[in-house]
């Protein structure tokens, strides 16, 4: 049986420790050694994030469900010497190639249709639907049972939420919000926050700040 990577799991809420269980259920190459969390301690928890020395021999995967977070903490990490991996889960449906993918978690049966670009610290949730040439910034989250459309574009730290829709060649903006059940029929500006059918702004502005 070939040897598993030790894997080093940033963050134990309840992404961290779906993570974890979803290594262990379908059997992946990883062997989980602990999380680290600077709020949460534990059995598993071996130390904080904010003072945690790299191991040379682990590989590290970032687990928050905000963009920005999963950004800023690998990017932190990796100026300590830390080295990312990606997760594909099994169920995952993908002609797009995802094994060379820098920290990203693309989760239970979505679905990635062919030359889609994807960038660094992007999470893709449950049953959500990419289409052809579809291309990805860094940092964005795409909730459960979203749809993108061919040839649309998300910028980085964009969010798409659960049961939206973004049609082809749109492009949301860099750090935008689309709201939950949306059906997004025109370009979204950077740091806008869009809902309904169609989509229309409700509020504007960095909601990091």
């Known amino acids: 049986m070939p040897s598993k990577t030790p894997l080093i ?11 974890a269980a979803g290594i262990k259920r379908y059997d992946l190459p990883y062997d989980v050694i602990g999380h680290i969390d600077d709020e949460k301690s534990g059995a598993n928890i071996l130390g904080k994030i904010t003072d945690h020395v790299p191991t040379a021999a682990a590989r590290y995967i970032t ?6 977070a999963r950004n800023r903490i690998r990017s932190m990490l990796a100026s300590r010497g830390a080295q990312f991996t990606s997760i594909t889960s099994p169920t995952v449906q993908s002609v797009t190639p995802t094994a060379d993918l820098i920290n990203c978690l693309i989760l239970g049966s979505c679905s990635l249709s062919n030359d889609t670009q994807i960038g660094s610290d992007v999470l893709i949730q449950t049953l959500a639907v990419l289409g052809h040439d579809v291309v990805l910034g860094d940092g964005i989250t795409i909730s459960a049972h979203a749809f993108v459309g061919g040839y649309a574009v998300l910028e980085d730290l964009c969010t798409v939420h659960p049961h939206a829709v973004v049609l082809p060649k749109v492009r949301i903006g860099k ?20 809902f309904g059918s169609p989509a229309k702004v409700i509020a504007y502005g960095k909601p990091h700040d």
């Open 175 to 194: 750090g935008a919000v689309v709201g939950a059940g949306s059906v997004v029929i025109k370009d979204v500006a950077p740091y806008t926050t869009v």
């Open 9 to 19: 799991i940033v963050g134990a809420g309840g992404m961290g420790r779906e993570v």
């Open 63 to 68: 687990c928050f469900g905000d963009g920005t």
